[in-house]
């Protein structure tokens, strides 16, 4: 896909990994269209974009709001060709630890927020019988690890969603697409774990989001359906699949060090 003109709607817009990608895709003459709940933030992207592109508050907990956001931008741009969902958080901590109303929120961030922007698109991308729904997952999502039980559930579940609407929309001109990066060179880690030890422990696996944001818009051009992020770790999911539980023994120490 040539991004050249393209419509490209981002959730998580603010800071990260929705920011550079949305950096990027104005550069290849795409028009983003920036999400998130800080106004302030999003001007401060915003200012670093060199080419056309549009600015909405949304919070993707409201589904009313989400409702009205994207029909704003639909009336605004006429389409939109690329979705890319990419709010959300983790937080890491004990299962004991943890209450059930943060199990509620990130799930609700996390998983629901992809469906209500899902179902705000999908409608309109099929009556045009083209679009892409890019949904940043994780590898948590493929390998569960301790202290992110609340956190790899959302990611399964957003795994789960993706691959079964994937299977539901393929010969309706919708690709639908999964980024599964491990850790992150990002502000993530001053929720998911505040004292730092976590990143200190994975710093050599760490990833720079310039890296993971480039390989979305790759993704994005090629209208591919899943990439794995490190290299090395998709060959590693791989022989996961074939021998899990041999596979959680030989990984333990270095999924385990949060």
Do not use: W
Request: net charge positive.
């Amino acid at each position: 896909m040539q991004l050249q003109d393209k419509v490209v709607v981002i959730t998580g817009a603010s800071s990260g990994i929705g920011a550079l990608t949305a950096q990027l895709l104005s550069r290849r003459g795409a028009i983003p269209v920036l999400l998130a709940r800080s106004e302030e933030k999003l001007q401060q992207v915003a200012a670093e974009l060199p080419g056309v592109f549009g600015l909405y508050v949304c919070d993707v907990r409201d589904e009313e709001m989400v409702n009205r956001v994207f029909a704003d931008i639909l009336s605004a741009y006429g389409r939109i060709d690329i979705l890319l969902n990419n709010a959300g958080y983790g937080k890491f901590a004990d299962f004991t630890e943890m209450e059930s109303a943060e199990f509620d929120d990130m799930m609700d961030v996390n998983y629901m927020g992809i469906v209500r922007c899902t179902k705000a698109a999908v409608p309109h991308m099929l009556a045009r019988g083209s679009g892409q729904i890019v949904n940043v997952a994780s590898m948590a999502g493929k390998i569960g690890s301790s202290r992110a039980v609340a956190y790899t559930a959302t990611k399964h579940a957003v795994l789960g969603f993706t691959n079964a609407l994937r299977q539901e929309l393929r010969k309706r001109g919708i690709v639908v697409s999964a980024v599964n990066p491990g850790p992150i060179a990002t502000d993530f880690f001053k929720i998911a774990d505040p004292s730092g030890s976590y990143e200190k422990n994975v710093a050599r696996m760490m990833m720079t989001p310039e890296h993971v944001a480039e390989k979305i818009v790759q993704l994005m051009e090629k209208g591919k359906e899943e990439v794995d992020l490190p290299r090395l770790a998709a060959i590693g999911i791989r022989l996961y699949g074939l021998f899990p539980r041999l596979a959680d023994k030989l990984t333990y120490n270095a999924m385990n060090r949060k």
